[in-house]
């Protein structure tokens, strides 16, 4: 089996960047990653992105290096990054405005709870909150 590899970062997307530019990012990534069989999820909000990369080890490695480069987002952290066990993410999804549906919620809270377990620091936390609010899912 090959080594699996998980990154999770944040950024802020370039100020000329409108919505359309976005939502192609988005939707272009997700067709790579799916194309590539990379997993995990790449959220938009406030000016902000999120993204959680896992897969086969070089294939994330390679898509990192691309992604970090590139000049539609700055001030890029990254929150986390190992060798991972277990993929949590079982495609690549996308989404715009932080409207994540009840499944990728989950997933997203999976991945942070195994990574919490391996001390992610309390000021990440407060990185991650824009993303982490509580949602409502009754509809
Ligand atoms: C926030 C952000 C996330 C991105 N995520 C991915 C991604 O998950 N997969 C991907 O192939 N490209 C992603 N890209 C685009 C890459 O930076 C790069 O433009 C793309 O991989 C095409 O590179 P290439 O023309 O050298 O193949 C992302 C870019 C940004 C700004």
Redesign the pocket.
């Known amino acids: 089996m090959t080594d699996s590899y998980t990154i999770l970062y944040i950024?802020r997307a370039a100020d000329q960047l409108n919505e359309i530019d976005i939502l192609e990012?988005l939707e272009n990534?997700e067709y790579?990653?799916n194309k590539k069989g990379l997993n995990g999820i790449?959220l938009y909000g406030e000016g902000s992105?999120l993204?959680v990369?896992e897969g086969e080890e070089s294939l994330v490695k390679e898509?990192f290096a691309?992604?970090e480069k590139?000049k539609?987002?700055d001030t890029l952290i990254v929150l986390f990054e190992e060798k991972a066990k277990e993929m949590v993410f079982r495609n690549y999804n996308s989404k715009f405005n932080l409207v994540i549906d009840k499944f990728d919620w989950l997933n997203l809270n999976e991945y942070l709870k195994r990574k919490r377990r391996m001390g992610l620091e309390s000021e990440m936390e407060e990185l991650l909150r824009p993303f982490l609010e509580s949602r409502n899912f009754e509809n």
Do not use: A, E, M, V
């Open positions: 950024s990012l990534s790579r990653n790449l992105f993204q990369l898509t691309k992604i590139d539609r987002h």
